[in-house]
C-alpha cells in the first residue's frame, strides 16, 4: 500500500514522519514554541523584520499541536464520560430516598 503524507503545499513525506525528525527538525519546533511561550520573535525585531518562512513554519507547528491537543482531549474526554455512566449505574439493592 502506498505511503503518503502531505504537509501544507509543497511537502510530500513517503515514509513513516518520525523517521524525517531531525536535530534541525526539532530545533525548529523547539524555536516556534519558545517564540510562542516568550511572545518574542526569534529575530528579536517587530513583525516585518520576520522571514516569511518563520511565519509558514510557525503556522505548520501551531496547527498540528493545535490538532493533537483537541484529538487527545476529545479523547479523554470520551472515556470520562464512558467512565461515568459506567459508574452512575443505581444497584437495584440500593433504594432512592
Not at 525585531?45 to 509558514?56: I, K, M, Q, R, V
Not at 503556522?59 to 491537543?69: A, G, K, N
Request: aromatic letters at 14%; proline letters at 5%; charged letters at 25%.
Amino acid at each position: 500500500m502506498p505511503f503518503e503524507i502531505v504537509l501544507g503545499k509543497k511537502y510530500r513525506i513517503f515514509q513513516c514522519p518520525l523517521n524525517e525528525v531531525d536535530p534541525y527538525s526539532l530545533y525548529l519546533i523547539s524555536l516556534v514554541n519558545w517564540s510562542e511561550a516568550t511572545g518574542q520573535l526569534p529575530s528579536g525585531g517587530t513583525l516585518f523584520d520576520e522571514a516569511n518562512w518563520y511565519y509558514e513554519l510557525r503556522e505548520f507547528v501551531v496547527t498540528e499541536q493545535s490538532t493533537i491537543r483537541e484529538e487527545y482531549f476529545s479523547e479523554k474526554e470520551k472515556q470520562a464520560r464512558q467512565s461515568h455512566r459506567q459508574g452512575s449505574v443505581t444497584p437495584k439493592s440500593l433504594r432512592r430516598r
